[in-house]
């Protein structure tokens, strides 16, 4: 079914299913081995009184203002969601976004496929569809090894907390991913959108950390998507649902353009 | 319905590293195998590109089988089969499973002929395509162009890497196929690669179409090949004569033997040449290659 109606998006994830289950993997015994020492970390009470005792501006940098170590979720929340997890699902979804389309025209099979009665939109569409379910999966992977930790190492993360979380970063991974895509769409360099959507990823994450420390750019954060994805520990206080909708936005508004631009352009051979 | 396989009226596209084409009017009818002809970079590939829609036309218009090939693309696309001259397929993927995903691209128009292709070619389906010979893919190539049965079938220099028995049976499948009713629309830069298969051919040069004729018509323009052999030691005396006589072009000497083509009437020729001390003539028909680079001359004086 899926294969006959959605040819490209099941090739893909064909292609895709191996890297898929690498990352899935890695991410799963990263958060195990984070969840394994928090036993450890919380009998080292001095710890948090060291991180109260930094400046803030110090924190603002290190992008672990709102770390707070002294709970579990807070923990995690600090360890994983400030950077490591985002990170993880910008690889993998910028990488499957820039390949799909961009990387197809780069290793000149988009032309064969091109030339089946497939319009590019449908191509485009279905390639979206598969980074959002590669997002989709890694999230869920994500929710799952936390619901397993959580009671082993006690971390007493809120259920519904941990898929707020979670839902944020797929999100983030979604909206960025979509982003890789539609630069490959409009350029047809797989390289040229990993780069941009690479560098713009690194800027506004830089900018969001930078904003709580410099004056100017106070403002900034709400450029930065990693704000709409975590912003507020989600997975101590809960996710700010609207936030997804932001991103929602950010993705589709990306993709639109690239498809007008995919569309309109001459494809290289 | 009448409407020709192929026409470009006009059809014109400014392109990065002057792969362009300049008002190219083309009419393909049905059932016709058509060899478009001309050297790397004349706009063979462009002209091919945009009929599929993967290039815009800067001005003027294609329709493939009585379709727009701007609006009517997704038609056009479904009733064609396309091999691309600089053929990639996805390097881990088996025979099998390329044919199946291209299939799969065309819900419409099931593979009906692929098993009989796959045995005619002899086509490895079970090795990923990383560890087959280029010629082995080219095949894979052929059989997902024909495997639905398209009444149009559009192959960029199809031919490049396979080995002569394998291109001998692809001849025969093009003939075939228009037996059938089909169309044959194929490009090379090989005259005497498409002489044996295409009913015309048409000539592409720097983006300009110079020439369409049919083979016979090429192959019967006077075009006739000659070595002349003259009595020892007479060949200084013979040249200019020879150089002087209407109807032949592009005299070539070694010593008392002489090559040159005949261009007009041959009665003539032979009444000029009477007059010198033949000991020897060989005549045979100048192949399309022969004619090509002529008419390469004739166009570049």
Known sequence: MIVQHFPVFAQGLRDRRRSLLWWSLGVAVYIAVIAAMWPSIRGAAGLNDIMSQLPKSILDLMGASDFDISTGAGYVSGELFGFMIPIFILILTIGAGAAAVGGAEERGTLDLLLSHPISRRRVLLQSAALVAVEAAIFGTVVVATLAIATPLADLQIAFVHSVGAAFGIVMLGIAVGWTALAVGAATGSRSLALAVTGSVAAITYLLGSLSGLVDFLHNAKWISPFFYANDGSPLVHGYTWWHALVLAAFGVVALGVGAELFDRRNLSN | ?301
Do not use: C
Not at chain 2, 242 to 252: F, N, Q, S, T, Y
């Open chain 2, 1 to 301: 319905m009448g409407a020709p396989a192929i026409r470009t009226q006009g059809l014109t596209l400014a392109y990065r590293h002057g792969r362009g084409i300049e008002d190219v009017d083309l009419e393909v009818p049905t059932g016709e195998v058509f060899g478009f002809l001309g050297p790397n970079g004349a706009g063979k590939t462009t002209t091919i590109r945009v009929l599929l829609d993967l290039l815009r036309p800067t001005s003027g218009s294609a329709s493939v089988l009585g379709l727009d090939s701007r609006n009517d693309s997704l038609q056009i696309r479904e009733r064609t089969g396309y091999l691309p001259g600089d053929l990639s397929l996805p390097p881990s993927l088996t025979g099998t499973q390329v044919l199946d995903w291209l299939a799969s691209l065309r819900p419409n128009t099931p593979p009906i002929r692929r098993d009989e292709l796959v045995q005619r070619f002899a086509v490895q389906l079970d090795r990923p395509m990383k560890q087959l010979s280029k010629g082995n893919r080219q095949k894979i190539g052929l059989v997902q162009a024909f495997q639905h049965a398209p009444e149009l079938v559009i192959l960029d220099e199809p031919t490049s890497g396979l080995d002569p028995l394998v291109q001998d049976e692809f001849h025969r499948m093009v003939r075939e196929h228009v037996r059938d009713g089909g169309t044959v629309f194929l490009s090379s830069h090989s005259l005497d690669e498409v002489q044996h298969t295409a009913d015309r051919v048409g000539i592409i040069r720097e983006g300009r179409l110079v020439m369409v004729e049919t083979v016979d018509d090429l192959r019967g323009r006077g075009l006739r090949r000659v070595t002349l052999t003259v009595a020892p030691g007479a060949g200084d005396s013979v040249e200019p004569q020879l150089r002087a006589l209407a109807g032949i072009d592009g005299v070539d000497r070694r010593g008392d033997v002489f090559e040159f083509a005949v261009v007009g009437d041959y009665a003539v020729v032979l009444a000029g040449l009477g007059k010198l001390p033949v000991i020897d003539m060989l005549s045979r028909a100048a192949d399309l290659d022969e004619v090509f680079l002529a008419m390469y001359r004739g166009s570049a004086k």
